[in-house]
């Protein structure tokens, strides 16, 4: 939120991913998988942060998957 419109916002993540209960989710450095709710970020969380900005340039690069085993 402390972008101006002539900023550039870069995101850039790389790293493991899972789809839980319908949402599509990002690990941090302390995932666990009996708690994804609360171990992970929820992507929409991020996008949407991201769509909040007042920076007329956003990119964002995600190299992440998941192995379509659900948790």
């Not at 989710?25 to 909040?52: E, H, Q």
């Amino acid at each position: 939120t402390y972008a101006t419109a002539t900023d550039t916002i870069i995101f850039y993540y790389a790293g493991h991913g899972f789809y839980h209960n319908g949402q599509n989710l990002i690990s941090c450095v302390d995932t666990s998988l009996s708690s994804l709710g609360d171990t992970t970020v929820d992507l929409n969380y991020i996008l949407a942060s991201l769509d909040k900005s007042k920076s007329n340039k956003v990119m964002a690069f995600l190299d992440c998957c998941h192995s379509a085993r659900r948790f």
